[in-house]
C-alpha cells in the first residue's frame, strides 16, 4: 500500500482525519508512490491557530538572528542537492538535471533573505531640529502559499525564505499532484533551526484554496499557478481582507528576425521549448518567424526531431495533461496550419512503459487565432507563425491576453531596443529564450500572467511579506515647537 502523507502542523507530523486521499502518480513510471490527504476545514483551523503561536515568539526575533536559518538551509540543501532531485524527478518527472537546476535556484532565494539585513535595513532621517522620521519592517502574522505541481520545490523557495525571514509564520499548500517535496523543506527548515509552527504543510485541493483564502487567521497569499486558478484566488482573498499576489499561467512569444544568429538562436529556442518538457511557464510557446527566416526555423525543427522523450524531455505530469496536450496536437491541420513535428514518434525506445512521455511537437503556418496560438498549451509544443515585419509580430504579441515573457533573437541592437519597450510581458529575453531574472532582480509578469501589486521575489516580495511602521521622534530638550512637534 502507498506511504499516506502527513501534513505539518506545529512542528509536529499529523496524520489527516480525512476521509478523502488521492493518488500521487510517479509521472515518468505511472507507479503510485503515495497518497495524499484532502485536509478538513478544522485541521486548517488547527495549522493556523498554531502559526499564529509560533509567529508571535519568531516575529520579535531580531532580523539578524532570523536570518541565520537562511544561511543553515542554503548549506543544507546543497548538501542534499542529489536527494532533493530526486523526490523531485519522482514525483514530477523532471529529468535529473533540470531537478538539481531547480534546488539551485531556490538556493539563490535563500541567499536573497539571508541578505535582508544588508538589504532592507530601515530609512532614519532627521526631519527637523531634533525630530526623527524612521521606518521600522514588521511582520503580517501568519501568511500561505499555494503552489504550483511544476516547480515542486523552487516555487515554495521564491516565497517562504523572504516571507519567513521577515519574520512571518508560513503555511504552504502545495500541489496535490507532486505533495511529497513540500515535506522534505519541512524537514530541512528544522534542521536549520527554524522554531516549530512557524512553518507548516497543510495538503489538498482547491476545497482547501478556498478555505485558505477565506481563513480569518490568514493576513496574505502568495500563489502560483493556472491564470484561472489565480484570478479566483485573487478574488476570494482580497474579498477577505488579504494581501494576494497571484501569479497565472503563460503564452511566451519568441520573435526570430533575419539577422538573427541561426546556431546560438536554433540551441536557445530548441532548450526554452523542450526543457521541463514544456511544463515551465517560461517556455517558449510560439515562435514568430519575421521576413526571410526559412533556414533557422529549419535547423530549430530539425534540432527537435533529434530530442527524445525519457531520455532528453522528463514526462508530462499526468495522463490527464497527456490527453489536453495531444488533442491540441490532433486540432492541429486547422485553418492552414500543419502539425509538421508530431512528439508522439519521439519517444526514447527504453522510456518506462506506464511514464507519460511525449517530445517536441510542432505546429507552423498557424494563424495568430489558433487555438495553439493563444492558449496555453503547457507541454513541449511550439506553434510557429510567419509574419512579414517585426511591427507584424510585435502586433501578434501584443495581442495574447498573457504577459509572462517574450523574447527576440537579432543582432540588432535597434531591434533589441523596439523589442523591450514594445513586448507587452513583464520578463524580456534578448537572445535568451527562458529570461528568469536571477536574484536580485524580482520574476513576474504582467496582466492575466499576474493579478496584485509586485513580484513574487526581490524588493517587491520584502514589501509585500511585511508592513512598515513610519515612526516620528523627538528627544530634544529644546521647548522650540513647529508645526508637528
Ligand atoms: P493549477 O492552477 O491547476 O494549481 C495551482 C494550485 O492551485 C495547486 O496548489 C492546486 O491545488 C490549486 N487549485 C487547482 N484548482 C483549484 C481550484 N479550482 N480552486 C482553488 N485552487 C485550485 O496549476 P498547475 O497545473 O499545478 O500548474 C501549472 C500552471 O501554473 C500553468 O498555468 C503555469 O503557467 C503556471 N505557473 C505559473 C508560474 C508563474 O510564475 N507565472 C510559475 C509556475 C507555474
Known amino acids: 500500500m502507498a506511504e499516506r502523507l502527513y501534513n505539518v502542523v506545529g512542528g509536529e507530523r499529523m496524520r489527516s482525519e480525512t476521509d478523502r486521499w488521492l493518488p500521487v502518480t510517479a509521472p515518468a ?53 542529489d536527494h532533493l532531485a530526486a523526490v523531485i524527478s519522482r514525483e514530477n518527472g523532471k529529468t535529473p538535471e533540470e531537478s538539481r537546476a531547480s534546488v539551485l535556484r531556490a538556493v539563490e532565494c ?27 519592517r514588521f511582520p503580517l502574522g501568519v501568511v500561505a502559499g499555494i ?78 499557478g493556472s491564470t484561472r486558478v489565480a484570478r479566483l484566488v485573487h478574488r476570494r482573498g482580497t474579498a477577505a481582507g488579504k494581501r494576494v499576489r497571484a501569479l497565472g499561467g503563460a503564452k511566451n512569444h519568441l520573435i526570430v528576425v533575419p539577422d538573427a544568429d541561426p546556431e546560438m538562436t536554433a540551441a536557445n ?17 510560439v515562435l514568430l518567424a519575421v521576413g526571410d527566416v526559412g533556414l533557422i526555423v529549419d535547423r530549430i525543427v530539425e534540432k527537435m526531431a533529434q530530442l527524445r ?35 508522439r514518434a519521439l519517444v526514447a525506445a527504453d522510456a518506462p512503459a506506464g511514464g507519460c512521455y511525449l517530445g517536441p511537437c510542432v505546429i507552423d503556418n498557424a494563424s495568430p487565432e489558433h487555438e495553439a496560438s493563444s492558449e496555453e498549451i503547457f507541454g513541449p509544443t511550439l506553434t510557429i ?26 543582432s540588432s541592437g535597434r ?6 519597450e514594445r513586448a507587452h510581458a513583464g520578463m524580456i529575453g534578448v537572445n535568451v529564450g527562458v529570461p528568469v531574472p536571477r536574484e536580485p532582480f524580482p520574476f513576474g509578469g504582467w496582466n492575466a500572467s499576474a493579478f496584485g501589486e509586485g513580484d513574487i521575489t526581490g524588493r517587491s516580495a520584502v514589501d509585500f511579506w511585511s508592513r512598515t511602521k513610519k515612526i516620528t521622534t523627538k528627544w530634544s530638550a529644546e521647548r522650540q515647537s513647529n508645526w508637528m512637534s
Open 29 to 81: 513510471t505511472g507507479e503510485i508512490i503515495a497518497e495524499v490527504p484532502m485536509s478538513t476545514g478544522s485541521e486548517l483551523s488547527r495549522v493556523v491557530a498554531a502559526a499564529a503561536d509560533a509567529a508571535r515568539g519568531w516575529g520579535a526575533t531580531p532580523l539578524k538572528d532570523r536570518v541565520q536559518v537562511m544561511f543553515r538551509l542554503k548549506h543544507l540543501a546543497e548538501a542534499r542537492l
Open 110 to 136: 535563500m541567499e536573497y533573505a539571508a541578505s535582508l539585513p544588508q538589504l532592507a535595513p530601515g530609512d532614519v532621517l532627521e526631519v527637523s531640529r531634533g525630530v526623527e522620521c524612521k521606518t521600522r
Open 147 to 224: 503552489t504550483p505541481f511544476n516547480f515542486p520545490l523552487m516555487v515554495p523557495l521564491w516565497m517562504i525564505p523572504i516571507a519567513v525571514s521577515l519574520g512571518n509564520a508560513f503555511i504552504l499548500k502545495p500541489s496535490e499532484q507532486t505533495p511529497m517535496s513540500a515535506l522534505e523543506l519541512a524537514q530541512l527548515l528544522d534542521e536549520a533551526g527554524l522554531p516549530r509552527g512557524v512553518f507548516s504543510v497543510v495538503h489538498g485541493d482547491g476545497e482547501i484554496v478556498e478555505a485558505l483564502c477565506d481563513a480569518p487567521g490568514i493576513q496574505a497569499i502568495g500563489f502560483v
Open 269 to 285: 529556442v530548441v532548450a526554452s521549448v523542450s526543457g521541463c518538457a514544456g511544463q515551465r511557464c517560461m517556455a517558449a510557446s
Open 309 to 343: 522523450a525519457g531520455r532528453d524531455l522528463g514526462a508530462i505530469i499526468s495522463e490527464r495533461a497527456y490527453a489536453r496536450i495531444i488533442g491540441y496536437l490532433d486540432r492541429a491541420a486547422h485553418g492552414g496550419a500543419v502539425l509538421r513535428l508530431d512528439g
Open 385 to 410: 507563425i510567419r509574419c512579414q515585419t517585426l511591427e507584424d509580430a510585435l502586433r501578434i504579441e501584443n495581442a495574447i491576453p498573457y504577459g509572462n515573457a517574450a523574447a527576440v533573437y537579432t
Open 415 to 420: 531591434v533589441a531596443e523596439v523589442f523591450c
